[in-house]
């Protein structure tokens, strides 16, 4: 589904969202599943942001077509039930920037993905040298870590999410979806949270639930993620999924890590060290080689 071509500042700004802003996020939901079940934070975290975007789109009498709602299912399942339910649910033990580290192969699966899936799409030498340098960077990012103990389970989780949500982002290139990205977004937003409260049933988050033990903190972050990490963000992924290849996008994989250990030093008093510095810069070469290429697009 590839849209009209942007304005350079449209675009500046989508992917300083997706950049900065889902950085933020791995520590929300830490903060967040502190006292809330992870699927039914996440439930209710897509369906509050998917029904004001689904309201704020409908002010443009778009609507979706039959043929729009197959895909429309399968992106929310990718995205949310396998991508966001997955790594709330690993993040109960492991540790947000290990998982930072973990969703930073994005974009390696989505370049494989996309090269076999989509036939105008190749990648050049600059942009795979890009790739390795980006995830060479993530590895020094953590390098100054003294050595720690990750959950075996956990960690396959947030890989599985990591390809669930890489599949998703090809196949949202290539699918019948609405042209509108506030309307598609909200509609999948809706979708994968109505999935995710059904599997919170049998997993039996509603019964070992209290509202009242609901803490400040984990409701601040709540918020923090309907309001930036979904409305916001979310939606500047989708129009750019649109407008750009899936493999410049997932870039923000990359970039996220260094938020989160820069947000971590910056609120939470955490070391930040000369060998961070230097993995930040080389990350930040690896983002700009990727969203090289010999042609506009």
């Given at each position: ?14 992917y ?25 934070m ?24 039959r ?26 033990s492991?540790a947000s ?19 076999f ?25 953590f ?11 956990g ?14 982002a090809?196949?949202?290139r ?8 506030t ?15 059904l ?9 070992n ?13 709540l ?35 260094v938020?989160?250990v820069f ?16 993995a930040s ?13 010999p042609?506009?697009?």
């Amino acid at each position: 589904m590839i849209l009209e071509r942007p304005s350079k500042a449209r675009v500046i700004a989508a992917y300083a969202a997706v950049y900065i802003i889902w950085g933020s996020t791995y520590l929300a939901i830490r903060y967040a599943i502190e006292t809330i079940p992870p699927f039914l934070m996440m439930g209710v975290r897509s369906i509050l942001a998917g029904s004001i975007l689904f309201l704020w789109s409908r002010k443009s009498g778009t609507r979706v077509s039959r043929e729009e709602w197959l895909p429309l299912i399968v992106v929310a399942i990718l995205f949310f039930v396998l991508g966001h339910g997955l790594l709330a649910w690993a993040q109960k033990s492991v540790a947000s920037g290990i998982a930072a580290v973990l969703i930073a192969s994005d974009p390696l699966w989505i370049a494989l993905i996309e090269s076999f899936v989509i036939k105008e799409f190749r990648l050049n030498s600059r942009q795979i040298m890009g790739l390795i340098i980006g995830f060479a960077g993530i590895v020094l990012l953590f390098v100054p870590a003294q050595t720690i103990r990750i959950n075996t389970m956990g960690a396959a989780m947030i890989l599985i999410s990591a390809i669930s949500w890489s599949v998703g982002a090809v196949y949202s290139r290539i699918a019948k979806l609405p042209k509108a990205a506030t309307l598609a977004a909200g509609i999948e937003l809706i979708l994968g949270g109505l999935f995710l409260v059904l599997i919170a049933f049998p997993l039996g988050e509603f019964q070992n639930f209290q509202l009242s033990a609901v803490s400040f903190r984990s409701l601040l972050a709540l918020i923090y993620l309907v309001v930036f990490g979904s409305i916001v963000t979310f939606t500047a992924y989708v129009w750019l999924l649109g407008v750009t290849s899936a493999t410049r996008v997932a870039t923000h994989t990359y970039v996220n890590p260094v938020i989160a250990v820069f947000l971590g030093w910056a609120l939470a008093g955490e070391q930040f060290t000369s060998m961070m510095i230097i993995a930040s810069a080389v990350i930040v070469l690896s983002v700009y080689l990727v969203l090289q290429s010999p042609r506009r697009e």
